[in-house]
Nanobody, 117 residues
């Protein structure tokens, strides 16, 4: 079982920055693919960024060059540095852990990010 808790959401003006963090429980963090998803009102949840257990990263086109995902296997944490924020980045951001061996997903409760224009 993996439990995830996000922190760092809030309200920021357009052009500003925020950093989200996610802490994971358990001892299998290093073999998990860790990702950030977001869901805006009335829209489907979408992938923002992922950091795989093999060290690869991938980003949604809409956040490339603005957001950076980073993981620390020693601390069981993954972060999302968000720069040059836009109003369209407003959403609830969810931390996700995917265990490839058993094809199971784990989700955090979510953190609200609001970008004002």
């Amino acid at each position: 079982q993996v439990q995830l808790v996000e922190s760092g959401g809030g309200l920021v003006q357009a052009g500003g920055s925020l950093r989200l963090s996610c802490a994971a429980s358990g001892s299998i963090f290093s073999i998990l693919d860790m990702g950030w998803y977001r869901q805006a009102p009335g829209k489907q949840r979408e992938l923002v960024a992922v950091s795989t257990s093999r060290g690869n990263t991938n980003y949604a086109d809409s956040v490339k060059c603005r957001f950076t995902i980073a993981r620390d296997n020693a601390k069981n944490t993954v972060s999302l540095q968000m720069n040059s924020l836009k109003p369209e980045d407003t959403a609830v951001y969810y931390c996700n852990a995917y265990w490839p061996m058993i094809t199971r997903n784990y989700w955090g409760p979510g953190a609200q990010v609001t970008v004002s224009s």
